[in-house]
């Protein structure tokens, strides 16, 4: 086996080089606690005979897996429900028109240039796979702004301290780091921890709190240049005005700070980046790739899963007319979500089939409202970023692209809080737009007057879906997953639920790709 | 009507102070059974009970009918399926009011008993297996 690399080093190499400069009890310590996924391109060698693989369903688990077994020399085909491949990498256009289950139907009004990702639309720099193949597709991406500290946090409960202002992110983040140097650095100096802190250790400990916290001489905290001023520096005639910082009171009772893990949070940290035009460039990049020889059957929907000794037999119909077809093959690779496998009729023993009726789907619900003017930048100057909240919609996501264009399409965020996100869900989509806008117009006052037109995704109303991704309970996850990652029969499953990365392409990629590893050996050897 | 309207035009017609403290405390279960309806069981089961495509109909619903507040709780508690187990986004109490509402609402009617909070409490799920 090759040795898996990082960044281009082998890991022992790596390891070797972490070694020599930190001594090697640091070195597994800086690995192990790293973000990077476990992804390696894979490597089969081509096989002589072409095994027939039916793949169900063509969301990135699906599509990796046909362009890797394509490539392996197996004959791949794709029954997919939708007219269209990516099942949740989806991106909504102008003139886009979406019927949602219950009946609604919205056409999407953006201009041309404007879209909305409904479901994923950020790839962290450490999902390894999902850039792989970015680059491998030539599917161009660009930075997607995630962190902005000019970007605001806001809460609205008026018995807390804070209510009800839009603060930038920069000031709390300066005034978290200085009034808790702040405080610690004053007992220390007051001799109150030197029963655990040496002298040398604790000269160490308030120097470096004096640094981080940018404290003066007395150890204390009274702002600092990038928390912002109250009047910026001008030409001579304008000297600049420091900002004053919260009181450690104010702070802290306001519980703004509880905000710090979500901007802090490993899988938003830069670099994140989007595909040039929308999530969905990824998996038709796929699908347009000369490497890629899978037949295609759009807008044919799974009915029947069977298998015997000699192959599979997969019984699908024409979504729009319900005529039936029958599809078959040496293996199935199955990656349709658990949330609406489980009702498919299949031979598959009582512990899969329990198993696939143990994992909900957790609610998410987004708003895409377009505005004639992107009045965040304009007036101020939050390129990209979302700004938090609490309330019944958490996050407002600035476009991190046509920056000082003339509209934008702003993203009102969904919620991973499921009580929340289905409090969204329950609205009709123009109720959904109509307090999405309502939101947005209490913190940016321009909203309601620029306002041109909505999109909503609900995503328990979401055909072929049904909910956001795969919600597991510490149980369920040591119980139900191991007996979905072995195959039924001659039926492999794949997919984002069956995967320690959940909600994300980069956990439906590596649960496709270990499924493909499997069915490839299969087909190797035969069996 | 917007659920905040519907909720506060329930609030808004019923006679609270008027009523002796058991009927208040009915009047006020019931308002919270058709507040977590719409803000949340709607999001899957539909205005009105409707259902469509994979979630059930639960207005007119025999077995909701037949099996009652027992019934319901079960699987607000459990979930099963593409329905999410409520165990980690509900308290006791609104569990019971749920429970006790649907099989008397949304076209239902019911002989099966209600449930109490100490009912629930017993079955409640081990957090270790509520998503
Ligand atoms: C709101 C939201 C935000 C997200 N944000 C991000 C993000 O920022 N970054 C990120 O990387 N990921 C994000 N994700 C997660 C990401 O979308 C998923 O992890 C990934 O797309 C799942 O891929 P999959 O192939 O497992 O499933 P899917 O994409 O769901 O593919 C399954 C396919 O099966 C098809 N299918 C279903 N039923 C049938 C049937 N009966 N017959 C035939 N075909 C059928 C479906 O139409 C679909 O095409 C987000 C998801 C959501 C919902």
């Known amino acids: ?527 | 009507m917007t659920v905040a309207r519907a909720v506060r035009a329930v609030l808004a017609l019923s006679l609270l102070g008027a009523l002796p403290a058991h009927a208040q405390n009915d009047q006020a279960a019931a308002a919270d059974g058709l507040r977590l309806y719409t803000t949340l069981c709607q999001a899957c089961h539909m205005p009105d009970g409707a259902g469509a495509g994979p979630y059930p109909k639960l207005r007119d619903n025999p077995t909701v009918r037949r099996a009652g507040p027992a019934y319901v709780a079960q699987w607000v508690l459990f979930g099963y399926g593409a329905m999410i187990p409520f165990c980690n986004l509900l308290t006791v109490d609104e569990v019971v009011d749920i429970a006790n509402w649907l099989p008397s609402h949304l076209g239902n009617t019911t002989a099966a008993p209600p449930v109490d909070p100490e009912a629930i409490r017993a079955q409640w799920p081990s957090p270790a297996s509520c998503p």
């Open chain 1, 1 to 527: 086996m090759k040795q898996p690399t990082v960044a281009g080093m082998t890991r022992r190499r790596l390891v070797a080089a972490f070694g020599a400069a930190l001594g090697s009890g640091l070195a597994t310590q800086a690995l192990s606690a790293g973000l990077v996924s476990d992804f390696q391109p894979p490597d089969f060698d081509r096989l002589d005979r072409a095994p027939r693989v039916v793949i169900l369903g063509a969301g990135i688990a699906g599509l990796v897996s046909a362009f890797e077994l394509g490539r392996a020399g197996f004959d791949c085909v794709i029954i997919e429900a939708r007219e269209r491949v990516g099942g949740r990498s989806w991106t909504v256009r102008g003139g886009d028109r979406f019927t949602e289950i219950g009946g609604a139907s919205q056409t999407c009004g953006f201009d041309p240039g404007h879209y909305l990702n409904p479901g994923p639309w950020r790839i962290p720099y450490h999902h390894r796979g999902m850039l792989h193949y970015a680059r491998r597709l030539g599917v161009a991406v660009q930075p997607l702004i995630q962190n902005n500290f000019a970007a605001y946090v806001r809460h609205g409960d008026t018995s807390r301290p804070l209510a009800g202002r839009n603060l930038p992110q920069r000031m709390l983040v300066a005034d978290y780091f200085g009034r808790t140097a702040e405080m610690l650095a004053s007992c220390i100096d007051r001799g109150m921890l030197d029963d655990v802190l040496d002298p040398p250790l604790k000269a160490a400990v308030l120097a470096g709190l004096r640094a981080s916290g940018c404290l003066d001489g007395d150890y204390a905290y009274r702002g600092n240049v990038y928390r912002g001023w109250d009047v910026p520096p001008g030409g001579a005639g304008q000297p600049p005005v420091p900002s004053v910082p919260f009181s450690l009171r104010d702070l802290f009772a306001s519980n703004l700070v509880s905000w710090l893990p979500e901007i802090f949070d490993g899988q938003h940290q830069p670099t994140l980046f989007e595909p040039v035009g929308g999530m969905d460039r990824m998996p038709t990049g796929f699908v347009a790739s000369p490497e890629f020889k899978a037949r295609l059957r759009l807008g044919r929907e799974v009915a029947e899963i069977r298998q015997d000794d000699n192959g599979v037999r997969i019984v699908h119909r024409d979504a729009a007319t319900g005529g039936t077809e029958v599809e078959t093959g040496d293996y199935c690779l199955c990656t349709i979500p658990a949330s609406v496998l489980y009702r498919i009729p299949a031979d598959f023993p009582a512990d899969i089939r329990t198993a696939l009726a143990g994992i909900p789907y957790g609610a998410a619900s987004k708003v895409g409202l377009q505005f004639a003017r992107r009045f965040w930048e304009e007036d101020e100057a939050i390129y990209g970023g979302i700004t938090y909240m609490d309330g019944s919609l958490r996050g407002i996501a600035y476009p991190s692209h046509g920056f000082l264009g003339a509209k934008g399409v702003l993203q009102a965020e969904y919620d991973l809080d499921t009580r929340a996100a289905l409090e969204y869900s329950a609205l009709s989509p123009a109720d959904r737009v109509q307090r999405a806008l309502n939101v947005a117009n209490r913190i940016h006052l321009q909203a309601l007057d620029s306002f041109e037109n909505g999109f909503s995704v609900a995503w328990h109303r979401v055909p072929y879906t049904h909910g956001c991704y795969g919600l597991w309970s510490a149980d369920s996850r040591a119980r139900l997953m191991p007996v979905l990652t072995r195959p039924a029969g001659r039926v492999h499953f794949a997919g984002e639920h069956l995967s320690y990365l959940p909600a994300w392409q980069e956990g439906a990629l590596l649960s496709g790709l270990e499924a493909t590893a499997a069915i490839y050996q299969r087909g190797r050897l035969g069996q």
